[in-house]
């Protein structure tokens, strides 16, 4: 089950959460409809992702096999209850966004915005949510540890943390 492969791996599976807050999505939509109407130039509206597909992204995967997906469907439920406890309200995790942004330093080329989270109580808790989940793949060999450049992931104060951990993604994919 170990990656073997150095090459870039193809994403095609992301751990996510869903954004489902009510006054979230009401007041994106707001600022969806002001965005378009002020038609700004060189600004593709249909960058912004409807608001029934956001999520803040834990990690992108590449998985090729019913069996690895499988090992990662293991491994969410495995620890459901750790990341309950990380959390602390199941129910319930309040965000505060700060601004937006893109993977590219000019927006006439983006293909991605997303909003980045303020670093808050709630952000170090995603990123132990990271650190757990990311652990558990590498022990699993759903992650090769020589790889790790490869999924954005580095280790900070002793943790893995990933640059894709926490950006709700607004794209259509």
Do not use: C, W
Not at 96 to 110: C, G, K, V, Y
Request: aromatic share 8%; no cysteine; glycine share 2%.
């Amino acid at each position: 089950m170990d990656k073997q492969k150095s090459s870039k791996p193809n994403f095609n599976y992301f751990l996510m959460f869903p954004l489902t807050d009510e006054t979230f999505l009401s007041k994106y939509t707001e600022i969806h409809s002001n965005i378009q109407s002020q038609n700004i130039p060189n600004f593709n509206i249909n960058l912004l992702q409807h608001p029934k597909r956001f999520h803040i992204t834990i990690i992108v995967l590449s998985l090729t096999t019913p069996s690895e997906i499988q090992t990662v469907i293991d491994i969410l439920n495995t620890n459901t209850q750790s990341i309950q406890d990380i959390i602390e309200d199941p129910h319930s995790l309040s965000i505060t966004f700060d601004s937006f942004s893109s993977f590219q330093t000019d927006l006439t080329n983006a293909r991605v915005v997303y909003l980045k989270p303020l670093e808050d109580e709630n952000h170090y808790k995603l990123s132990e949510i990271t650190h757990l989940l990311i652990t558990e793949l590498i022990n699993h060999g759903i992650i090769n540890k020589n790889d790790l450049h490869n999924y954005k992931i580095t280790r900070k104060e002793g943790k893995y943390v990933t640059s894709r951990h926490i950006r709700d993604r607004l794209i259509k994919e």
